[in-house]
């Protein structure tokens, strides 16, 4: 069941007696706890009929027992098991699911995994519970989710903007949905997000960041790319390395299937390979400056470079130094 119909369905209280949240993607467990602590008892009830433990620090026997309470003063009770994964005999649970108690609602949040699904736990689950599996958020699926929320919420955002938020935070969704939040509240009576604004409000300059960098790359501009590699020297937090290689591999990565689509239809490419429609000629003008049969050598060379930011092959180089050597021996690759 999706995280949207679970909150739907208890707006209209509509409740399930265990529901078990799981996997790499905790953005969503926490929508979903964090609304059912707020939520699902008005404030009077809470104080009675709200208990909530973490797994580092609960016992099974405590969590089974306050979920076989009743209710004081209140049609149902909410219990919530934040960090399941960390509790040790979390199998022991199983005695309690097979038979859940109606005016109970139980929330297990299960995070960074799932439950081994060859387990009687695992089994039991299908049968007697609203189970959701997350998983982490593909780099290409970003840009879409970014411009759904902003949506969602009566605003709009440039696709540029757009593009420097998801190269410089990555998937992790709660920290996106953070700084959005942030700049909805500084906008004032704006509804668009600009560049302008992600510099201003969340501090990636627009000029000097991972996308910008990947940009200069991509047209070999080789005094740019030198620039911003010495801006980033000093400002070590706008665009790190290790942000850096990841963006400029996932571009190369997708050139390459560029390539291997053999077809300069815009739509389809940035159907296939996942490329926002907008960065899509970013593509076409970089094919005309790497030819396909050096792209590989450019992944190599990545991969060989983040090798050496962890220390393997690398004579005790900056970080500097690094992103100038790779950027030299990329733009050695011949053009067409």
């Known amino acids: 069941?999706?995280?949207?119909?679970?909150?739907?369905?208890?707006?209209?209280?509509?409740?399930?007696?265990?529901?078990?949240?799981?996997?790499?993607?905790?953005?969503?467990?926490?929508?979903?706890?964090?609304?059912?602590?707020?939520?699902?008892?008005?404030?009077?009830?809470?104080?009675?009929?709200?208990s909530i433990f973490y797994g580092k620090d609960a016992d099974w026997a405590q969590v089974m027992n306050a979920c076989k309470r009743y209710p004081v003063f209140a049609e149902k009770q909410v219990v919530i098991l934040k960090e399941a994964q960390q509790m040790n005999q979390l199998e022991k649970l199983v005695s309690y699911i097979e038979n859940p108690l109606s005016s109970t609602i139980f929330i297990v949040a299960h995070k960074d995994k799932n439950v081994d699904g060859r387990s009687a736990l695992a089994k039991l689950l299908k049968t007697k519970a609203v189970v959701v599996s997350t998983k982490k958020m593909y780099d290409n699926k970003l840009?879409?989710?970014?411009?759904?929320?902003?949506?969602?919420?009566?605003?709009?955002?440039?696709?540029?903007?757009?593009?420097?938020?998801v190269d410089h935070i990555g998937n992790d969704l709660s920290r996106i949905q953070n700084e959005l939040e942030k700049l909805i509240v500084n906008l004032g009576d704006r509804k668009k997000m600009s560049e302008d604004d992600i510099e201003k409000y969340i501090g990636i300059s627009k000029e000097y960041n991972a996308f910008e960098f990947q940009d200069a790359v991509a047209q070999r501009n080789f005094s740019k790319s030198i620039k911003m590699i010495q801006y980033f020297e000093s400002n070590n937090k706008a665009a790190p390395i290790q942000l850096i290689l990841p963006t400029l591999y996932a571009f190369f990565s997708k050139l390459y299937a560029v390539y291997g689509l053999g077809t300069n239809d815009e739509r389809r490419i940035a159907s296939e390979v996942g490329i926002p429609p907008f960065l899509v000629k970013n593509y076409m003008a970089a094919s005309r400056n790497y030819a396909y049969g050096k792209v590989e050598q450019i992944l190599l060379l990545i991969q060989e470079y983040n090798l050496k930011v962890i220390g393997i092959n690398n004579a005790d180089n900056t970080d500097g130094d690094l992103l100038k050597e790779l950027v030299i021996k990329i733009m050695d690759v011949p053009a067409k």
Do not use: T
Not at 143 to 165: D, F, H, L, M, T
């Open 1 to 50: 069941m999706p995280i949207s119909k679970i909150i739907s369905n208890w707006k209209k209280n509509v409740f399930d007696a265990v529901y078990w949240l799981e996997g790499e993607e905790s953005f969503y467990i926490d929508q979903v706890v964090d609304y059912a602590e707020k939520h699902l008892l008005v404030e009077s009830e809470q104080a009675f009929n709200l």
């Open 143 to 165: 840009p879409e989710w970014v411009n759904g929320w902003v949506s969602e919420r009566g605003y709009q955002i440039s696709p540029k903007a757009v593009q420097i938020i």
